[in-house]
């Protein structure tokens, strides 16, 4: 039933997405495209960069006594991107699959549990600071909009945040649902929340790694902002950089306010036509940036597909070797 609202999500998605081409200027689009040329290269070459800043920020928060290096982590993270962007699935499907992978690599599978929570929560504060600069710019620089977007987001920010802090820190609403467990007799989940308390109890207790990681997914967003900011020069159509936060900072969270279709299909194109129009910019080239987005996804995706698939498949052939080796005496 789910796999079919997403299937149905996506479905619609991409409909939108073929009727914004099927009614935009095709001459103006095709020309927007076609100036990109190998400077697509570049565009890659920034989201791989990116990537780069995000797997450091979950580098940060995993126990430092059992962590893998950065070049274990790194494909891990690569495949999240790849698996949130290109499949048909909730767009934290990635991390519970980088989540899985990591079991393999610690200690204590928990711990590694923990880490990706962790790096989930903080992601999802930046992005919510990322967005409040958005709108932010969107009021001083378009006259049509107003503030009031803006300090709904900002009333966001420390609601997030205490929940963030009660949740990952001070853990009593994980306490509460581990009570509330056992006493419903559900010991297994019970014991898995108790087991997911200690492992956040852990990451959580160096507030130094906790903010070196929230600079680091900051910085991530700002690097999709200059990714954007690159494409626009590659099409010809050069812009400043506050308006290139204001449009990849809006039409990333309309992305993940449709968190119900399958890696926002239509929501972004459609926000990036309407962003386009309240800072000066031509419909097409809105539209332009949104399918030079998706296929840039699918150029980081694809090999990360592969990448997950290779890894599965070392994992398959490592299990029964693990289970015929004998036992240490």
Known sequence: MKLALRLLGLGLGVAVVLWLVAHADTAALLGVLMRIGWGFAAIVAARGA???????????????????????????????????????????????????????????????????????????FAQILFTLLGLVLLARLSAAAAWWPALFCAALVPLFALLSWELLVRRRLLAAAERAAARLGQRRIALALQALGGALALVATSRAALARSLALHLASFFGHAGELWLTLRLMGTPTGFAEATLLESLSLAARSAAFLIPSGWGAQEASLVALAALTGLPAATGLALGLVKRAREFAVGLPGLAAWAVVERRRRYAEPAEAQRPIAR
């Open 50 to 124: 990116t990537i780069l800043i995000d797997c450091a920020a979950w580098y940060c928060l995993v126990p430092q006594g059992e962590r893998p290096g950065f070049a274990a982590l790194l494909p891990l993270r690569w495949i999240a991107e790849a698996i949130n962007t290109t499949l048909p699935a909730a767009q934290i499907g990635g991390d519970l699959v980088r989540a899985r992978l990591l079991q393999r690599r610690v200690a204590a599978p928990a711990r590694g549990a923990a880490s990706v929570a962790v790096d989930f929560a903080l992601s999802l």
